[in-house]
T-cell receptor, first 114, second 112 residues
């Protein structure tokens, strides 16, 4: 158990809908990362937050947004969902947010868009 | 585009054999190279990492070999066990950077 929690575990929704994925980092970690994992794209970095502020951005679509709250939990919002958004979404956390930190991954949220 | 190219996509090895996964990168500013291991249904977890000031790092049955001039690094799993069956991701980053660039992953299956 990495200490990172993600909810929900599974999510099934329809095209055009909006969903929110939630992540609680390990105790003491200030940085949160979001990744998308699909069969054809591997592990794609979406966005990183450090202590409430956006720190780095990857291949995140404009339909997706995220935030980190004062209690350090984070939410990833996915809107106008398309079939291609079906994937595993991982949250990871680290102490300081530097690339050399060990990232601790949560168990993931499996999103299915029908 | 993929900043770290990983091969093979999958491999099958007999118990006791050696698994070798290769990664190549273009950005010469990269100076941190971790490997993450992911079991089915779980998130990835850090396995081992190397900096370019050494050419090899060993932890138990897992060894990273690093070739700076060729811009390549590889993971060797010695005496492979069925419990090593997982997907392995290489990654790379620059000093003072925030994010890792991951390879596409290699699924290793160890047959008993």
């Amino acid at each position: 158990d990495s200490g990172v929690t993600q909810t929900p575990k599974h999510l099934i929704t329809a095209t055009g809908q909006r969903v929110t994925l939630r992540c609680s980092p390990r105790s003491g970690d200030l940085s949160v990362y979001w990744y998308q994992q699909s069969l054809d794209q591997g592990l794609q970095f979406l966005i990183q937050y450090y202590n409430g502020e956006e720190r780095a951005k990857g291949n995140i679509l404009e339909r997706f947004s995220a935030q980190q709250f004062p209690d350090l939990h984070s939410e990833l919002n996915l809107s106008s969902l398309e079939l291609g958004d079906s994937a595993l979404y991982f949250c990871a956390s680290s102490v300081d947010g530097w690339s050399t930190d060990t990232q601790y991954f949560g168990p993931g949220t499996r999103l299915t868009v029908l | 585009q993929q900043q770290v190219k990983q091969s093979p996509q999958s491999l099958i090895v007999q118990k006791g054999g050696i698994s070798i996964i290769n990664c190549a990168y273009e950005n010469t500013a990269f100076d941190y190279f971790p490997w993450y291991q992911q079991f089915p249904g779980k998130g990835p977890a850090l396995l081992i990492a190397i900096r370019p000031d050494v050419s090899e790092k060993k932890e138990g049955r897992f060894t990273i070999s690093f070739n700076k001039s060729a811009k390549q690094f590889s993971l060797h799993i010695m005496d492979s066990q069925p419990g090593d069956s997982a997907t392995y991701f290489c990654a790379a980053s620059r000093f003072n950077d925030y994010k890792l660039s991951f390879g596409a992953g290699t699924t290793v299956t160890v047959r008993a």
